[in-house]
């Protein structure tokens, strides 16, 4: 297994902001920016952007972990980055608005990835970082982490971070994180939904690869299939939902793999995927 700036070979500069790690179909993305505290700057969308396009037409892949080096996962948008553009002729309108469709696009890009995203959070995820634990898949924390949206704080409304959070919360619970900007421990953020588990920090690592190794063992195309599904019949009425469903499995039920975990299944030994 190697640990390499996404997209870069041993000989670049490993201070890259974004390195990835390839093992047994587990792609592992580490932000590295950790002075920054792993922030959204211009860079690091770049990063993410372009190491998820890569993976989103990689056979090899069939599971992401998303981590973060050093005090923070994820502590949102570059402030320092993006007040500087103040000093624009229109006092950074058009930059801002740049930066949010870049951070939006990767949301929807992790949302649409045919793999399965975990969150692997060992430390704080605020603002927009805390929109991207709520924009992966699954995520799992150590016990000393924490969330929050503290945007309400310092006059910016966290509204970006906002559409995950009240696609994943309770409104109740969103609009508690939303208009206090407080911080929620990772225990209460798994009640409330945000989180899959909690676990001990020295296990975090562990605990990650374990649930990413298990998904990997499934067919990628059912994963595509279902995933795709999913978050599709989420924004859909009862009825449609169930009709569009019904559809996904009846096309399901035609591919091979299907064909094969069935007969697998009944004839009591393990299924070979082909990914069709």
Known sequence: MSALP???????????????????????????????????????????QGALDAIASDPAVRVVILAGDGPAFCAGHDLKEMSARRADGDRG???????????????????????????EVASIATAAGCQLVASCDLA?????????????????????????????????????????????SAEEACRWGLINRVVAAGDLHMETEKLAASIARRSPLTIKIGKEAFYRQTEMGLEEAYAYASQV????????????????????????????
């Not at 500069?13 to 792993?38: V, Y």
């Not at 939006?104 to 975990?118: D, E, F, R, T, W």
């Not at 499995?249 to 975990?261: I, P, Y």
């Open 6 to 48: 996404a997209g870069k070979t041993k000989n670049d500069d490993c201070r890259a902001p974004l390195l990835r790690s390839d093992h047994d179909g587990i792609a592992r993305l580490t932000m590295n920016n950790p002075e920054r505290r792993n922030a959204l700057s211009e860079a690091m969308l770049t990063a993410l």
């Open 93 to 119: 309108r058009a930059y801002f608005a740049e930066m949010m469709q870049r951070c939006s696009a990767l949301m929807m890009s992790i949302v649409k990835l045919p793999q399965p995203v975990i969150a």
């Open 140 to 184: 799992i924390a150590a016990e000393g982490a924490r969330f929050c949206t503290p945007g309400v704080s310092i006059g910016l409304f966290c509204s970006t971070p906002m559409v995950a959070l009240s696609r994943n919360l309770s409104r109740k619970q969103a609009m508690d994180m939303l208009l206090t900007g407080d911080l929620v």
């Open 249 to 276: 499995m009846t096309d399901n039920m035609l591919a091979r793999d299907a064909e094969e975990g069935i007969g697998a299944f009944l004839a009591k030994r393990a299924p070979e995927w082909s990914g069709n």
